[in-house]
């Protein structure tokens, strides 16, 4: 069955430090692949997404390429704020449509420091 | 402003009672699902409906059912409450093309 793989939290860093948040997946098929953000006391938010290979996703500084060749999705930032400190969740859709169900990694604690 | 709105916050109930967690959203979606949220194990999928009186099991319905009578309201069902069903409960919404919707979940305890 399809499964994501998150790089193992949690992370921390200081202001202004480039982020890395790795996620690799496993799947039939060719999913669509997400980064959600939950912050403190809240449901999960759409960062960005990519429906097909080589796509890029961005938003608010963050980024990821969606590369079939080593099934992966890395989330990326130059330069991280403290309002990003939350948890991000790597997750792929069973099917094209962004609506279709959702399988969803382990998250990542990501703590920014002042 | 898309909505979906999880009837309680924090819930404590005792083992063996009955609970139900409601979800309503606005948005006129045809999708909805319930996820369970645990430290380490991210989320996992436990029943969806992608139509109304539609339900299908998602990774781990075990322990869990579902009511789906209204396109707007998914309620997910703990028939008879064990501690292991301490967890957050996350309810989402999606149609096809603008993706999936979350509630800002439920706390629930289990004692």
């Known amino acids: 069955g399809n499964s994501v793989t998150q790089m193992e939290g949690p992370v921390t860093l200081s202001e202004e430090a480039f982020l890395t948040i790795n996620c690799t997946y496993t799947a039939t098929g060719y999913p669509s692949l997400f980064w959600y953000v939950q912050y403190p006391g809240e449901g999960l938010q759409l960062l960005l997404k990519a429906t097909k290979a080589d796509d890029k996703g961005s938003n608010k500084g963050f980024e990821a390429t969606y590369r079939k060749e080593t099934t992966s999705f890395h989330l990326e930032k130059g330069s991280v704020q403290v309002s990003d400190s939350a948890v991000y969740f790597c997750a ?18 990501l703590t920014v420091n002042p | 402003d898309v909505k979906v709105t999880q009837s309680s916050r924090y819930l ?49 319905p075990e322990g869990y059912s579902v009511s789906r009578e209204k396109k707007e309201r998914f309620s997910l069902i703990l028939e008879s409450a064990s501690t292991n069903q301490t967890s957050m409960y996350l309810c989402a919404s999606s149609s096809q093309v603008e993706g999936l919707f979350f509630g800002s979940g439920t706390q629930l305890s289990v004692l």
């Open chain 1, 92 to 109: 792929l859709s069973e099917g094209q449509a962004s609506g279709s169900r959702l399988t969803f990694g382990e998250g990542t604690q």
């Open chain 2, 12 to 60: 404590v109930k005792r083992t063996g009672e009955k609970v139900f967690l409601e979800c309503v959203q606005d948005m006129d979606h045809e999708n909805m699902f319930w996820y369970r949220q645990d430290p380490g194990l991210g989320l996992r999928l436990i029943y969806f409906s992608y139509d109304v009186k539609m339900k299908e099991k998602g990774d781990i």
